[in-house]
């Protein structure tokens, strides 16, 4: 079971994602070498994933009080 501190050191967790992919995708889209563009888009992507992840397990319900 998750505490109420765990579950919101989650939520900053997810927000700090979310802000990761936006900034990420943004410096992407801003670069002319395209092996750069691409390493940003992928950590991007790993971002993401991770976002999704976890935001999956908290909105089942999985382990909170």
Known sequence: MLSA???MHLE???TMEQS???T???Y???LQDN???QLLQ???QRNQQNFQTISKHLNSGQ???
Request: net charge positive; charged share 20%.
């Open 63 to 65: 382990n909170l009080q």
């Open 5 to 7: 501190k765990e579950l």
């Open 24 to 26: 990420l995708n943004f």
């Open 20 to 22: 990761c992919v936006k």
């Open 28 to 30: 992407a889209s801003q």
């Open 35 to 37: 092996q750069a563009k």
């Open 42 to 44: 992928q950590m991007a």
């Open 12 to 14: 900053d967790f997810l």
